[in-house]
């Protein structure tokens, strides 16, 4: 069962002017290299993933490197040729980061965050090094591993190595350097974690599996992703979560925000970027009719094609359908359809059969769970032949000669082929923050070993930190319409159960 706090979200009083929407005290040839090699050496801006593959390179796992301060706790691709160019990835997110960068102003004095020793497993870009210094400055210490083998940015991972954060992360990770990395984050010399701030659960998995006696420490799980709430859903009632975890995946700002405004860009941005395909008449199918799926359909049709979206769910049926979408089985339309858009959370919703089926040059991508959407292990079978015709774009050539182009091998296509729209991420990353402040500064018994959404208020003041950037104003109640609907004239403004 999800839980609200009870208790009102932030007692943390880092001297922030109050106003109307802010909370009490706060006031992502042929085909034979190996995975390792995956990705692009280009990482510092996803505008260049498709520059040339660096499999010979030796992995940054042999090579000794430091900081120009002689720092050497971190493995990254190549801190010294890349630094400065991360660097300004990351000033550049900041100016579009609004809602973050007001928080690391006004809670910079406070720090809500003092003593805090989080181990951070996200994907590792520039928006997300805005969230990591935003923690730092907030006074946490924090070590950091990716959370997806093929999303890093290693200019930015560069950037963080050189401005002192413990980062183990680079672009086109074996699964073994993968948990590699993230072992080195949370096994530490003289470092104990008391906060996980995770994406998919494969810290929380990891610690829980090999280290399950340092959870005695751990104030609280942040967990960003669909999947890794229901990791901890699962532990949850299997009596294994020991902590508090906080699901930010479910917040309003996120779940809206990121999901549905942010995908809206990056389908297009992915699509463009891999394939420099023409959208106008295009036949696209959406699996999946979510925040994800509905983003992904909106835009594509903007862009004059013609959108079918599959459906296991009636009302989501229902609303693809008043939305002029035209709800179909995958079977219907996969012989004819030019692009194939998963976004359904599921698993095995393309499989090797779909592929079979589908006509020659059909682009296939995921938008969904990280790797489990498409059934790509099918189509790794000697028959087919696998051509890389650019950094995560793969031509898939079956013997009569017909080919499919797959994306990102079936991982997120945004975070491996696109960039990260930073606003929306600022979103999030604002939610993640205040979040972790909340976890650890909460006081004993608010919170039990359980999976709580954050309060409402808090969203509100995601919402409102984000608001000047539009010159927006907003409408203060007045105590007689206040008094009327039965609300505070603060907020929060709606219940629990309102949909937006
Ligand atoms: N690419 C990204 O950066 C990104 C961002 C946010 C979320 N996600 C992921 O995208 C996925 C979808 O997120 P969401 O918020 O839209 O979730 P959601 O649960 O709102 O939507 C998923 C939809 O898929 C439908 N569905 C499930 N199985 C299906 C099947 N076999 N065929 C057709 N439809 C099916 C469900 O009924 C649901 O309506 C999740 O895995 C989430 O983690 C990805």
Redesign the pocket.
Known sequence: MMKNSETPICDLGFGVKQESAQPEALK?AVHTRRRSSAASTCSFSSACFTGSSDEEEISPRDKTQRSTTGFTDFCVKNINAQYAFGRREIDIAEQEMPGIMTLRKRAREDKPLRNAKIVGCTHINAQTAVLIETLVELGASVRWAACNIYSTQNAVAAALAEAGIPIYAWRGETEEDFWWCLDKCISANNWQPNLILDDGGDATHLMWKKYPELFKEIKGIVEE???GVHRLYHMSKNGKLTVPAINV?DSVTK?KF??FY??QD?ILDSLKRTTDIMFGGKQVVV????????GCAKSLKAQGCIVYV????PI?ALQASMDGHRVVT?NEVIRSVDVVVT????KN?VTREHMDRMKNGCIVC?????NS?IDVNSIHTPELRWETVRSQVDHIIWPDGRMIILLAEGR????SCST?PSFVVSVAAATQALALIELYNAVQGRYKSDVYLLPKKMDEYVASLHLPTFDAHLTELSDEQAKYLGLNRSGPFKPNYYRY
Not at 287 to 294: A, E, F, M, T
Not at 310 to 313: F, G, K
Not at 366 to 370: K, T, V, Y
């Open positions: 992502k992703s669909l999947t995946n779940m990121d999901n942010s995908m990056a699996c999946g009719y979510g925040d994800v799926g509905k599959t459906e296991i769910d989501c995958l976004a359904t959370g599921n919703v995921n938008m969904g769970h990280s959407e997120l296509v945004n975070m990260v």
